[in-house]
């Protein structure tokens, strides 16, 4: 993995960690509800894992924000 798909995939983690906080979650309360374990979502938010579509698709459902959302770039 090349430093840049890092960043993506730190960014994307970031993302779902803000929103999880904003909605008072712990990582154990999402991977819950979505059937994942607290400890991948976990390595999802540090941004360690290039997570399959599907898991996070039903990541950002439980979250309640639209997938692209967790794409979006941020301003620089």
């Known amino acids: 993995m090349n430093l840049n ?5 730190q960014h994307l983690g970031f ?3 803000e929103r999880r906080i904003e909605l008072k979650m712990t990582q154990a309360d999402l991977g ?3 059937h ?3 400890t991948f979502i976990g390595s999802v938010e540090r941004g360690e894992r290039n997570i399959a579509i599907l898991n996070l698709r039903q990541i950002a459902r439980t979250l309640r924000m639209p997938l692209a959302e967790l794409f979006r770039e941020t301003e620089k």
């Not at 798909?5 to 995939?9: D, G």
């Open 5 to 9: 798909e890092r960043h993506f995939l």
């Open 32 to 34: 819950a509800k979505c």
């Open 36 to 38: 994942l374990h607290r």
């Open 15 to 17: 993302r779902s960690r």
